[in-house]
DNA sequence: ACATGTAATGTTATATTGTTACATCATTAA
DNA sequence: TTAATGATGTAACAATATAACATTACATGT
């Protein structure tokens, strides 16, 4: 999987262009007169790009935002501070907090498989 | 605050009684017998509650759990492990990461407001 | 060139999740 | 009594996400 499709591409370059995070049906709404038509077309490029690891998916406000980093692995490691004011959102990583969930999955005997770190405050901006 | 009104006490007590989150929809359903008609009325219920601190949402799933605690002061410090196979769900504490959480946010001038922490992966029964 | 398999696409419809708006009722405090 | 508050009921609606299915594009082997 070495190029994006179309759609992707499309969806992709949308995100990467936006400080802050975007819901699905904005996506399509910016992206309609590029071509993009249905929902099903929004999500499936979302889908795949979370996959490749090129989009991250804000789960507490259903919106998504462009990997920050060069090649994100995976979502492993990664959370987010989210500012509750003006949206802006800081993507960071931190192999410690990562370590400290790991251990505590082990003690319950779980196997970790990936997480959702949202934090939501205010940012330095709006303080 | 001390007594929950009818329809909270209803939401209430089936999610405490379920041993997995529930959805808006299904509690819902499973309300209607009791006389809850509308999801505006589960969706009010809920929302008492997780300001009461006695529910938590899940924010990856879109479902809520009764918190395990006595009284949970907040959500905060609060986070789960929930498992992909039987969607049975753990809800631990622990201040430690909380702690650095609130550290990396100082780090960028932000303030913390509370967070959500979702791990996925399997339970020691699916394992 | 042609068949075949696979992934991506387009399109329509539908399901699921969550909110708005507004009228009513009960409680209580001035 | 009146005003304020908060909970309720009801209907309509908005926002988010998926299902189903026909079609197209393209790589690969023959």
Do not use: W
Request: aromatic share 8%.
């Amino acid at each position: 999987m070495l190029e994006l499709s179309f759609n992707q591409e499309t969806v992709h370059k949308l995100l990467q262009a936006s400080d802050k995070p975007l819901k699905a049906y904005n996506i399509l709404f910016e992206t309609q007169k590029l071509g993009i038509k249905s929902p099903t077309q929004v999500y499936r490029a979302l889908d795949k790009l979370i996959e490749l690891g090129k989009v991250h998916k804000i789960e507490s406000k259903n919106a998504f935002v462009a990997c920050s980093k060069i090649n994100c692995s995976n979502q492993n490691s990664t959370f987010f501070l989210i500012c509750d004011n003006c949206e802006n959102i800081i993507e960071l990583e931190d192999q410690e907090i990562t370590d400290q969930l790991n251990k505590t999955c082990e003690r319950f005997g779980s196997t970790y498989k990936n997480h959702t770190i949202e934090i939501s405050g205010t940012c330095s901006s709006c303080n």
